[in-house]
């Protein structure tokens, strides 16, 4: 129903910037909320930015306040996550994600029913 495909990944210096893309293809229309997580080695999958269909509301994990900014561009069905400030402490495999069933924001990694392949941050110091 609907593909998720992750880029814009890679390896950065500390206090550097990436910018990663989601390009979704199939019933996009249907993608009313949309969210990254990251999953670091040997932890949780965690909720780091999620936005709404609009654009109008947004939800950014303590963590990276401040540092990422999720947005979206639905002509382009492309979702973005613009990454400044990095630290090591970010590394880790990045996913997009889209639900088709919820209006709502929401953290909850199971309230998604899509997923990209995800895309590796690597920080170094």
């Known amino acids: 129903q609907v593909q998720l495909v992750e880029s814009g990944g890679g390896l950065v210096q500390a206090g550097g910037s990436l910018r990663l893309s989601c390009a979704a293809s199939?019933?996009?229309?249907?993608?009313?909320?949309m969210g990254w997580f990251r999953q670091a080695p040997g932890k949780e999958r965690e909720a780091v930015a999620v936005i709404s269909w609009s654009g109008g509301r947004t939800y950014y994990a303590d963590s990276v306040k401040g540092r990422f900014t999720i947005s979206r561009d639905n002509a382009k069905n492309t979702g973005y996550l613009q990454m400044n400030s990095l630290k090591p402490e970010d590394t880790a495999v990045y996913y997009c994600?889209?639900?088709?069933?919820?209006?709502?924001?929401?953290?909850?990694?199971?309230?998604?029913?899509?997923w990209g392949q995800g895309t590796q941050v690597t920080v170094s110091s």
């Open positions: 994600a889209t639900s088709t069933r919820y209006t709502i924001l929401t953290t909850r990694a199971s309230e998604y029913n899509y």
């Open positions: 199939g019933r996009t229309f249907m993608m009313y909320v």
